[in-house]
């Protein structure tokens, strides 16, 4: 397939001959795959099964299907229909335990060839004049991507073949890169879709290995897949093709899995930070809120001496330090960050006694490790912003449950040798008034990308 694609190139003086050529050599592996298909489903229809060669046979031609739509144009040969019906019923086959209308090999190459097929769509938009057959061609696409995203969604979500689920998983993610930008068609993904694809990486990238029954070599084989994995899942909030909040369900990890993805989850850090600094403020704040929430009890308490609370105090360390030396250029962000981690550790619970602590009061110890971070004029203003939001003032109590507010309230008094930042230029008579950097309001107004 690949050789044919070489020498099927408009520049060469045997195009010509290799054009006529590509199109005997796809007709005939459409109707191999036609007649094989027939033959399968006649058995199945007679209530008979199908011999060893019969399932080579189907699985062989659709093999070809998805090498060579791969590499070439299969749109004339109208077979996108026919292999989308028959990778639905085999998944609503194997959900009720009956026999699917495909070998279950042969789905895998399915839902490739489904994959190309959709690639292939752009043709049109790079060849048609007319504007008429443009809109068509956009109508299809949207009614093909819906459904192909559709029955992705169900096999990653709820198959019991894990080599379906792996190959449903990288065509979405190369889909939603392809088609998320808004050229010829801008795709959104469902809430649905987006924790669909979360879950999926949070179960099969984020495991530890420890089975010692598997060589090293296949336990080599098995990382590189993850690692594919969730390079793939890191470009869709990179690309903002969902949202940045999605981010934080990798980073949550940063630490614990550093040694297999500490590169990728790395890049994806710095990547979002280039987007959007706040935004990206927000996704660690809410990898520590994940990480935060695991710990926590039936209780809704914390053991704060505890290796785990200890590990993510590290997390929050090593976010810190990726703020880098500039407190002035990562100001917003910073302050940002403390202020959506204030609001999220004083909420009260209404059923708790007045005089009781906010259960998640012990996240202020994990906010105070971004203290060095603000500028010293900023930290009085998120101290005035703590004590309004704490109810009833800062308690006298100096109990074990009410260190953490006490610990994070002093980093924020003993700002001395803090930078502070310089005045601005006197020769500018007039200046814009700006937004207080502690005021109440809490959503960004360019902050859609992101879901707090």
């Given at each position: 397939a690949q050789t044919l694609e070489k020498m099927c190139n408009k520049e060469f003086p045997i195009y010509g001959k290799c054009d006529i050529a590509r199109s005997r050599i796809l007709d005939m592996i459409t109707n191999n795959y036609m007649e094989s298909m027939d033959a399968y489903t006649s058995l199945l229809n007679g209530d008979e099964r199908p011999d060893d060669d019969e399932i080579f046979a189907v699985v062989s031609s659709l093999k070809k299907i998805a090498y060579f739509h791969n590499c070439h144009d299969m749109s004339r040969l109208n077979i996108w229909e026919g292999l989308h019906e028959n990778l639905v019923a085999s998944w609503e086959a194997v959900r009720e335990d009956s026999i699917p209308p495909l070998p279950m090999e042969a789905v895998k190459y399915c839902i490739d060839s489904c994959f190309y097929g959709l690639l292939w769509s752009i043709v049109p938009f790079q060849t048609e004049k007319d504007r008429g057959a443009i809109e068509h061609a956009k109508v299809m696409l949207q009614d093909h991507m819906d459904k192909y995203m559709d029955i992705c969604q169900k096999i990653i979500s709820d198959c019991p073949e894990q080599s379906w689920k792996e190959q449903a998983f990288a065509a979405v993610g190369d889909l939603l890169i392809y088609y998320g930008s808004g050229e010829p068609i801008r795709y959104t993904p469902s809430d649905l879709l987006c924790e669909t694809i979360n879950t999926f990486v949070q179960e099969y990238v984020f495991i530890n290995d420890t089975d010692e029954e598997i060589d090293d070599h296949q336990k080599i084989e098995e990382l590189h897949k993850r690692r594919n994995f969730l390079a793939g899942y890191c470009k869709l909030p990179v690309y903002r093709v969902i949202p940045t909040e999605y981010g934080s369900h990798v980073l949550q990890h940063y630490v614990t899995f550093y040694n297999d993805?500490?590169?990728?989850?790395?890049?994806?850090?710095?990547?979002?930070?280039?987007?959007?600094?706040?935004?990206?403020?927000?996704?660690?704040?809410?990898?520590?809120?994940?990480?935060?929430?695991?710990?926590?009890?039936?209780?809704?308490?914390?053991?704060?001496?505890?290796?785990?609370?200890?590990?993510?105090?590290?997390?929050?360390?090593?976010?810190?330090?990726?703020?880098?030396?500039?407190?002035?250029?990562?100001?917003?962000?910073?302050?940002?960050?403390?202020?959506?981690?204030?609001?999220?550790?004083?909420?009260?619970?209404?059923?708790?006694?007045?005089?009781?602590?906010?259960?998640?009061?012990?996240?202020?110890?994990?906010?105070?490790?971004?203290?060095?971070?603000?500028?010293?004029?900023?930290?009085?203003?998120?101290?005035?912003?703590?004590?309004?939001?704490?109810?009833?003032?800062?308690?006298?109590?100096?109990?074990?449950?009410?260190?953490?507010?006490h610990m994070y309230r002093n980093s924020l008094v003993h700002g001395e040798g803090e930078m502070v930042l310089p005045p601005a230029p006197t020769r500018k008579a007039y200046q814009r008034k700006r937004r207080r950097t502690g005021s109440d309001e809490e959503d960004d107004p360019d902050d859609g990308d992101f879901r707090l």
């Open positions: 993805f500490g590169d990728i989850m790395k890049m994806t850090l710095s990547r979002l930070r280039d987007n959007h600094k706040v935004n990206c403020a927000k996704a660690m704040l809410q990898a520590l809120i994940l990480k935060f929430k695991s710990l926590q009890d039936e209780d809704n308490d914390i053991d704060r001496n505890g290796e785990e609370f200890h590990a993510i105090k590290e997390l929050a360390k090593r976010f810190a330090l990726s703020f880098g030396l500039d407190a002035v250029k990562n100001r917003e962000a910073v302050t940002k960050l403390h202020r959506h981690g204030i609001i999220y550790a004083v909420e009260e619970d209404p059923e708790a006694a007045a005089s009781a602590p906010p259960p998640r009061l012990a996240f202020l110890e994990l906010v105070t490790e971004f203290t060095n971070k603000l500028l010293k004029q900023d930290k009085k203003v998120l101290l005035d912003y703590l004590d309004k939001r704490v109810t009833g003032g800062i308690p006298s109590s100096r109990s074990e449950a009410w260190t953490p507010l």
